[in-house]
Nanobody, 127 residues
Framework: QVQLVESGGGLVQAGGSLRLSCAAS????????MGWFRQAPGKERLFVAA????????YYADSVKGRFTTARDNAKNTVYLQMNSLRPEDTAVYYC????????????????????WGQGTQVTVSS
């Protein structure tokens, strides 16, 4: 079993940047495809970005394409989400999630695909 801990959230003005980190322990991160999701108050958890176990492929929600980038450093057991040009609508709790299985089609954007997730980190973007 892998444990995930997100960090790097905070309060930022619109147009600003944040970098989220997701540190894994318990198992080597290279065993997992990883996803980022976010959940605003009273709303469902939504897909943000995903990256395959080897970093070869990345996927993004349309709402963040061109602004967010996900990357990983398996040697450090860490996945990152670089968020630029932040908007008030990006305000949410952000979660990283891990999946051991190979993806088929658009598995990566489904909450139910992932087996493990962290406690989340709050991102608040002020206008």
């Amino acid at each position: 079993q892998v444990q995930l801990v997100e960090s790097g959230g905070g309060l930022v003005q619109a147009g600003g940047s944040l970098r989220l980190s997701c540190a894994a322990s318990g198992r080597t991160l290279s065993m997992y495809n990883m996803g980022w999701f976010r959940q605003a108050p009273g709303k469902e958890r939504l897909f943000v970005a995903a990256i395959t176990w080897d970093g070869a492929r990345t996927y993004y929600a349309d709402s963040v394409k061109g602004r967010f980038t996900t990357a990983r450093d398996n040697a450090k057991n860490t996945v990152y989400l670089q968020m630029n040009s932040l908007r008030p609508e990006d305000t949410a709790v952000y979660y990283c999630e891990a999946d051991r299985n190979a993806w088929s089609g658009a598995d990566y954007d489904r909450v139910g695909t992932y087996e493990y997730w962290g406690q989340g980190t709050q991102v608040t973007v002020s206008s």
